[in-house]
């Protein structure tokens, strides 16, 4: 027996035909039953092969088995959790009124929780991209480029992020912000190419080298919550970067008190006077550990 396709005007049909030979010998063909019109059988076909193989003792086709990667969600959603309730979303207004096609938000949320999960570098996230579920990412469609283009947005629009965090940021600190922290430390860099307000420049590396590098300051409170960061150009003098960083705090923050405590590296006879210059809000004076 076979399957036979046979046609009756513009319909075509499924018969189930049994060959045979008559009497005389001859080669003949009779339907053992009609199983219905072939347009219709689109659902039904699987199911009717399958019965016929088990009819006929024979084990049906095993489907074929796909393997797919398993994804990590638990951290990820964890801290997307967490950035929309701190809400870092905000941050999306600030794109929302560029001229940036990408959703620059999300590619720097993507980047905050590599650093968190996984740090790498910008090539080194698209491949963690592959082992990792994102809520509200479509992170198949994120390319090194927009990781690019979403730093230079981020530099672009670098006083606005910041005020937008500051304001998320103050509820969290004492209200009287007693201490805060502030270090410097240097960042080497490999390579001999120029960019435009370029900040690499050779100087002392903290290796006690001459290196290419540049300068990280970080302020941050007593529990360990970062206020505010600067980049400096490598071959900036240490002192030089306390004003413009303490200026910066108390513009930015609810400080009433503050006491300078530094060592010779951000001290100097040089800069002391300027510091003493700064006020408060209040109109006090700083105060120094030296």
């Excluded at 499924?14 to 659902?43: F, I, N, S």
């Excluded at 690019?148 to 530099?155: G, S």
């Amino acid at each position: 027996m076979f399957i036979k396709v046979t046609r009756s005007g513009p319909r075509r049909y499924v018969q189930l035909v049994e060959a045979y030979r008559d009497t005389g010998g001859h080669p003949k063909q009779r339907t053992v039953a009609t199983l219905g019109r072939l347009d219709q059988m689109d659902t039904q076909l699987e199911s009717v092969i399958t019965g016929l193989l088990r009819l006929s003792g024979r084990a049906a086709p095993v489907p074929p088995i796909t393997f797919e990667s398993a994804r990590a969600l638990g951290d990820t959603w964890a801290l997307t959790e967490l950035w929309n309730e701190l809400g870092f979303s905000r941050l999306r207004r600030v794109f929302a009124r560029t001229r940036h096609a990408i959703d620059v938000e999300a590619l720097l949320r993507v980047m905050v929780f590599n650093r968190l999960c996984d740090p790498d570098s910008k090539l080194g996230v698209l491949s963690w991209l592959q082992t990792v579920s994102l809520p509200g990412c479509t992170v198949e469609a994120i390319e090194h480029q927009h990781l690019l283009r979403a730093m230079d947005a981020l530099v672009e629009h670098q006083d606005a992020v910041e005020a937008v965090i500051s304001a998320l940021v103050r509820p969290l600190l004492d209200q009287d912000l007693a201490v805060v922290f502030y270090d410097l430390t240097t960042i080497r860099s490999e390579g001999l190419s120029q960019q435009p307000g370029e900040v690499r420049h050779f100087g002392m590396a903290k290796e006690g080298l001459i290196a290419r590098q540049f300068l990280l300051g970080v302020v941050q409170t007593a529990e360990g919550i970062p206020l505010y960061h600067q980049v400096f150009d490598g071959n900036t003098a240490e002192v030089t970067t306390l004003k413009p960083v303490i200026e910066r705090v108390i513009r930015r923050f609810p400080v009433k008190r503050v006491i300078a405590v530094a060592d010779r590296g951000l001290l100097s006879t040089d800069n002391l006077a300027e510091l003493q210059a700064i006020r408060l809000p209040g109109g006090e004076p700083l105060e120094f550990i030296l």
